[in-house]
C-alpha cells in the first residue's frame, strides 16, 4: 500500500482544513484507514479511523465534534475534515493502513503503511 497525504498548511484558529489522503497497492475498499498526527516533541498519536465501508468511524476524544473522517473508495481516498481548529491542533498529520486483518485499531503500532505526512499549523 502506498499512501500520500496532502492539504495541510497555516490557518487561523477557528478555521478549517481539510486533509486528504490517496491510496494506491492493495484494494482499497479491503481495509480500515486511520489518522495520526504528531506534534514536535511528542509522540505520534491516534486522530481517527474508519471501517473499509465508510459505516463506522472512531474519533480521539479531543477531536470530537470537530474532525470528520470520510472516505470514497471510487477514489481511493480517504479525507479529514478540521473545523474549529485550535493551536494544539497543530502538528504533521499522517494516514495510515493498518496491518492485514487488524480492524478497529487506535495504536499507531498496529499500522503498517503511512504516508508521508502533511504539515497543518494554527496560529492563535
Known amino acids: 500500500v502506498q499512501l500520500q497525504a496532502f492539504g495541510g498548511g497555516l490557518v487561523q484558529a477557528g478555521g478549517s482544513l481539510r486533509l486528504s489522503c490517496a491510496a494506491s497497492?492493495?484494494?482499497?475498499?479491503?481495509?480500515?484507514m486511520g489518522w495520526f498526527r504528531q506534534a514536535p516533541g511528542k509522540e505520534r498519536e491516534f486522530v481517527a479511523r474508519?471501517?473499509?465501508?465508510?459505516?463506522?468511524?472512531y474519533y480521539a476524544d479531543f477531536v470530537k465534534g470537530r474532525f470528520t473522517i470520510s472516505r470514497d473508495n471510487a477514489k481511493n481516498t480517504v479525507y479529514l475534515q478540521m473545523n474549529s481548529l485550535k493551536p494544539e491542533d497543530t502538528a504533521v498529520y499522517y494516514c495510515?493502513?493498518?496491518?492485514?486483518?487488524?480492524?478497529?485499531?487506535?495504536?499507531?503500532?498496529?499500522?503498517?503503511?503511512w504516508g508521508q505526512g502533511t504539515l497543518v499549523t494554527v496560529s492563535s
Open positions: 474508519i471501517n473499509w465501508s465508510g459505516a463506522s468511524t
Open positions: 495510515a493502513a493498518p496491518k492485514i486483518g487488524y480492524t478497529g485499531s487506535v495504536s499507531p503500532d498496529q499500522y503498517d503503511y
Open positions: 497497492g492493495r484494494t482499497f475498499s479491503t481495509y480500515d
